[in-house]
C-alpha cells in the first residue's frame, strides 16, 4: 500500500507555469510506474504524462512540449513541471502509482489538486 500526497496546483494566467510535486509514503524505487492524470469538470479521467521504473517517458498529445514528467527515486516524489498553460489545461490533477509487480498490476491514487488556468 502506498498513499500519494499532491501539491504545487493553484491559480495561473495563460502562458504561465506550475510545478506539481507527489509524495510517496514508501519507496517507489523499482516497482512503481508512475503518471499524472487530470479531470476536467464533465470530462473523463484522463492520462496526462507517465514516467516508468526505468525513467521511460510518454506525454499525451495535447501536452507533449510544454510538460515534463520526472521523478526523484531517492525522495519517493514525482514532478510535472507545466509552462505554456492554457485554460484548456484547467482540471484536478492526480498523481497515479502503479505497482507493476504483480499482475494485474495495482493502481494507488492521490486525493488530487486543482489548477486552474484563467485571466
Known amino acids: 500500500q502506498v498513499q500519494l500526497v499532491e501539491s504545487g496546483g493553484g491559480l495561473v494566467q495563460p502562458g504561465g507555469s506550475l510545478r506539481l510535486s507527489c509524495a510517496a509514503s514508501?519507496?517507489?524505487?523499482?516497482?512503481?510506474?508512475l503518471a499524472w492524470y487530470r479531470q476536467a469538470p464533465g470530462k473523463q479521467r484522463e492520462l496526462v504524462a507517465g514516467i516508468t521504473s526505468g525513467g521511460r517517458t510518454n506525454y499525451a498529445d495535447s501536452v507533449k512540449g510544454r510538460f515534463t514528467i520526472s521523478r526523484d527515486n531517492a525522495k519517493n516524489m514525482v514532478f510535472l513541471q507545466m509552462n505554456s498553460l492554457k485554460p484548456e489545461d484547467t482540471a484536478v490533477y492526480y498523481c497515479?502509482?502503479?505497482?507493476?509487480?504483480?499482475?494485474?498490476?495495482?493502481?494507488?491514487w492521490g486525493q488530487g489538486t486543482q489548477v486552474t488556468v484563467s485571466s
Open positions: 514508501k519507496s517507489i524505487f523499482s516497482e512503481y510506474d
Open positions: 497515479n502509482a502503479k505497482y507493476v509487480v504483480v499482475f494485474p498490476p495495482t493502481n494507488y
